[in-house]
């Protein structure tokens, strides 16, 4: 069936549109955007990510710094770290990278990043923004899907999106960014009673609730849109909180996993970047 978004098509296209800009503001100031990412210890999927997120800088024409620290780093060190990289002219976005050693507060730390240079959108400033409709870097994950749904026209405008999933870093700042885009907007979560009849009024349906394959076909209606957040590893490989092979007859567009949601998680970081970068020009 040919109902996949193509999440590394949109994202190549993003990331094309910001070594674009990355260059001009570069020709045209001397100021080079740039990126920088805290990793606290060792955990091999992050490792993998921020090692994806320097090969994506570095294709953009960004400047890209990463700064490794023990797992036994404290509390006063990491916040110390953050304070002096955001002190850096030549860095424009900061992230730290998630998950973090469980004796450290990930949202102490988070706080710790000044407005102007939160690239993952998740500091309280940037979400106090993004619920007054205020501009601001947006979180990166819900902002892809919002990229992916334009991408492949699909109307919002008075449709009824159901998301599944109430966290922070997605379901919230997701309901948020659809009613901007003038969509009816429910959010589901583990204590929702009749999940699957409310699934089934959704034109769109986001899941982002971290556990495998937990939407099936009985919670999708024919023709519905469905995007995919979710990323969980199996014995037999990488899977979302859709049942894919259930879901996608019935869905009139369904993301893929991997190669959905996921590559525009880091094309919306750097967009989110040289959008600094350029602000810091006075642009």
């Given at each position: 069936m040919d109902n996949l978004i193509d999440g590394k098509a949109v994202a190549a296209s993003v990331r094309a549109e910001v070594a674009e800009r990355t260059k001009k503001l570069f020709?045209?100031?001397?100021?080079?955007?740039?990126?920088?990412?805290?990793?606290?210890?060792?955990?091999?999927?992050?490792?993998?990510?921020?090692?994806?997120?320097?090969?994506?800088?570095?294709?953009?024409?960004?400047?890209?710094?990463?700064?490794?620290?023990?797992?036994?780093?404290?509390?006063?060190?990491?916040?110390?770290?953050?304070d002096e990289v955001s002190a850096d002219p030549a860095i424009h976005g900061l992230i730290v990278q998630m998950p973090l050693p469980s004796h450290l507060d990930t949202e102490a730390a988070?706080?710790?990043?000044?407005f102007a240079k939160d690239a993952d959108g998740l500091t309280s400033g940037a979400m106090g923004r993004l619920m007054t409709?205020?501009?601001?870097?947006?979180?990166?994950?819900?902002?892809?899907?919002?990229?992916?749904?334009?991408?492949y026209d699909v109307d919002m405008k008075g449709a009824h999106a159901v998301i599944v999933g109430r966290s922070e870093i997605v379901g919230k700042p997701q309901a948020h960014l659809l009613l901007k885009e003038d969509c009816t907007v429910t959010i589901c979560h583990s204590r929702t009673?009749?999940?699957?009849?409310?699934?089934?009024?959704?034109?769109?349906?986001?899941?982002?609730?971290?556990?495998?394959?937990?939407?099936?076909?009985?919670?999708?209606?024919?023709?519905?849109?469905?995007?995919?957040?979710?990323i969980n590893r199996l014995p037999e490989?990488?899977?979302?909180?859709?049942?894919?092979?259930?879901?996608?007859?019935?869905?009139?567009?369904?993301?893929?996993?991997?190669?959905?949601?996921?590559?525009?998680?880091?094309?919306?970081l750097l967009k989110n970047t040289v959008l600094a970068a350029e602000a810091s020009a006075g642009r």
């Open positions: 020709d045209e100031t001397g100021i080079r955007a740039g990126l920088a990412v805290i990793i606290v210890g060792e955990d091999p999927a992050s490792e993998v990510y921020v090692r994806n997120k320097h090969t994506a800088c570095h294709e953009a024409g960004m400047h890209s710094l990463e700064v490794v620290m023990p797992a036994e780093t404290t509390q006063a060190e990491l916040e110390a770290k953050v988070i706080e710790r990043i000044p409709l205020q501009p601001g870097p947006l979180p990166c994950t819900p902002a892809g899907v919002i990229e992916l749904l334009k991408a009673k009749d999940l699957e009849g409310i699934c089934q009024q959704a034109d769109i349906l986001v899941a982002a609730v971290g556990r495998p394959k937990m939407l099936g076909a009985q919670h999708v209606k024919d023709g519905a849109v469905v995007i995919d957040v979710g490989g990488l899977c979302g909180d859709v049942d894919f092979d259930a879901v996608q007859p019935k869905a009139r567009l369904i993301t893929p996993v991997p190669g959905g949601v996921g590559p525009m998680t880091i094309a919306m």
